[in-house]
């Protein structure tokens, strides 16, 4: 199976070496040189040239080039794993299996951005870590796996998003080679 992989965020960084420790056929990489929103971005770039694959900075992930540029990869499947933007229909439609995205919250509760912190906030008593079917809505698509967790009262945003990152891990260990 090729898989394309959308990221800039440093649990893009971790899925993708996970993916590599896999040995799954990472075929191109998106991701950002720079983020002005993401407190913990991250540049894949690095972890492409260690490992070999292919990569591209794109600040329009949606652009005819960057299109063509993953269309040219023919990935099965397109992971988009910490993207702070909406990915359009030509490219949800690039790969015959889809593009599966990740979301930090018990879906279809606490859609949109810093679920984490909104959990926090809300007092909620738990959250969840979500891989899903990306569509054209936001955080809207169907559930490919969820593990739901405590918030525990020691949380803060810093250890809920280490321990729900520990989670998704384990998840994709278990639903990629589904």
């Not at 809207?140 to 967790?149: E, H, N, P, Y």
Request: glycine content about 6%.
């Amino acid at each position: 199976m090729k898989i394309a992989f959308i990221g800039t965020i440093e649990f893009s960084r971790q899925a993708l070496e996970l993916l590599i420790e896999m040995k799954q056929d990472v075929v191109g990489v998106c991701t950002l040189k720079e983020s002005p929103f993401n407190a913990d971005h991250c540049d894949l770039s690095e972890t492409c040239q260690k490992h070999n694959i292919s990569w591209t900075y794109t600040p329009n992930i949606n652009s005819e080039e960057t299109i063509k540029w993953l269309a040219g990869k023919n990935p099965d499947v397109i992971f988009c794993f910490g993207w702070s933007r909406m990915l359009g229909k030509r490219l949800l439609n690039l790969a015959p299996m889809g593009v599966i995205g990740f979301h930090p919250a018990a879906l279809p509760a606490n859609r949109g951005r810093h679920p984490l912190i909104w959990a926090l906030v809300l007092g909620l008593r738990e959250t969840a870590s979500t891989f899903f079917f990306m569509d054209e809505g936001s955080d809207s698509g169907d559930i490919l796996s969820q593990q739901k967790m405590e918030i525990l009262d020691k949380d803060d945003a810093t250890t809920l998003y280490k321990r729900v990152a520990v989670c998704a891990l384990d998840q994709i260990k278990t639903f990629v080679p589904q």
